[in-house]
């Protein structure tokens, strides 16, 4: 794992988008893993500008997100297809066909998870993968348990992780209790992954992250396995972290 302390998100989030306008260029093809919650909304943001700046385009690019809740509508105001439609998809100029987002609505989620790793791997699979960390180490939405999951399947939410995303609901009752997100394997098998994380409330898992032990009650501490994962964090979200092993940018 490569690790960069930033001073704040806003330079966290330039350094993250330089990888992937780097990554469009080199490939403009590239098969991206995105992400929701508000970690990457500046990323996004950067990204946008830099599409409007016609520095990058999205014409070839085909996106996979991470994961949906289950049984919310994708016009629904939290789901992340509207999340990804107002925050990036509407702004850029991918095509329609080229966005992929598990549907939180199908009767059968076992099918849907199926046809999603299908579609990743006839799109020649994952070449970069960003991501955000949960307060309790979660990446999408693999929660800690004993066991974790390979690929994209129903997964049933933490109280804990309801109630860090009930200020998007209003209330914790308003959270769904299920969502479908890619596996552990899924992520794994990208080529490169970057993981953001910012704020004081991210320090534990950031550090249990990094350093801990490679642990399945620490989802995002699997990283450790994969040979090109970087890790940005502000100095907030780094400051659990030992100070002298990780460069500060
Ligand atoms: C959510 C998402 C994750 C996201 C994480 C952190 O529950 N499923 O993909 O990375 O929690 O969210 P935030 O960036 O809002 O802190």
């Known amino acids: 794992m490569k690790v960069y302390l930033f001073k704040d998100h806003a330079d966290t989030s330039e350094y993250a988008a330089k ?4 990554q469009l260029k080199t490939r403009p093809n590239s098969v991206l893993g995105l992400a929701t919650g508000s970690t990457p909304i500046e990323l996004y943001q950067l990204l946008i500008k830099a599409f409007q700046d016609h520095e990058i ?3 070839d690019v085909i996106t996979f997100n991470l994961d949906e ?3 919310i509508p994708a016009d629904h105001p939290q789901s992340y297809a509207r999340f990804m439609h107002e ?5 850029i100029d991918i095509r329609k066909h080229s966005v992929h987002i598990p549907n939180g609505t199908s009767q059968d989620p076992d099918q849907v ?3 999603y ?6 799109a020649g699979g994952i070449d970069l993968q960003v991501l955000g960390l949960g307060n309790n ?3 999408g939405f693999n929660e800690p348990d004993e066991e974790l999951q390979n690929y994209t399947h129903a997964t049933h939410l933490t109280q804990e992780t309801r109630q860090a995303n009930a200020r998007f609901f209003g209330s914790i009752e308003d959270v769904p209790t299920d969502a479908i997100t890619m596996g552990m394997g899924t992520i794994l098998r990208a080529g490169k992954i970057v993981l953001l994380a910012s704020g004081e409330h991210k320090a534990d898992a950031v550090q249990k992250t990094v350093e801990g032990g490679i642990s399945t009650r620490i989802p995002a501490s699997l990283l ?11 100095r907030a979200a780094g400051s659990k972290l030992n100070p002298d092993s990780y460069e500060v940018r």
Do not use: K, M, N, T
Request: charge should be negative.
């Open 137 to 139: 180490g979660h990446i």
């Open 224 to 234: 450790q396995l994969h040979p090109d994962v970087l890790v940005l964090v502000d």
């Open 19 to 22: 990888v992937l306008i780097d």
């Open 113 to 115: 998870g199926r046809a």
């Open 57 to 59: 385009s999205f014409q």
């Open 117 to 122: 790793e299908e579609a990743i791997r006839q």
């Open 69 to 71: 809740y289950l049984g």
């Open 87 to 91: 925050q990036l998809f509407s702004s």
